[in-house]
């Protein structure tokens, strides 16, 4: 299993990023994905789920303004993320429950003027 996530960046508050996950190594199609992030200091915490049907699943705290989806074809799983807060600043990292847990590399968000 690999992932690959994509996309970070430095972005003003009310700015938008979108961030991408590239997968090998498993069946994509089948397997809920998702997006988690860890803030300094801070426990990582789960910011959106989306299962092989397409349904969806948000922390409260970004419900609104973030959007989950995947392209199957691609294996590309992507995290749009719009009016973003400086509280959004953390390192994202793409998950799979797969046997056990997989993740990313992780890519920096910062939300800063």
């Known amino acids: 299993v690999q992932l690959q996530a994509s996309g970070g960046g430095l972005v003003q508050p009310g700015g938008s990023l979108r961030l991408s996950c590239a997968a090998s190594?498993?069946?994509?199609?089948?397997?809920?994905m998702g997006w988690y992030r860890q803030a300094p200091g801070k426990q990582r915490e789960l910011v959106a789920t989306?299962?092989?049907?397409?349904?969806?699943n948000y922390v409260d705290s970004v419900k609104g303004r973030f959007t989950i989806s995947r392209l199957n074809t691609k294996k590309t799983v992507y995290l749009q993320m719009d009016s973003l807060e400086p509280e959004d600043t953390a390192v994202y990292y793409c998950?799979?429950?797969?046997?056990?847990?997989?993740w990313g590399q992780g890519t920096q968000v910062t939300v800063s003027s």
């Open positions: 998950h799979l429950n797969l046997r056990r847990d997989w």
């Open positions: 190594g498993f069946m994509f199609s089948l397997n809920t």
């Open positions: 989306i299962t092989s049907s397409g349904s969806t």
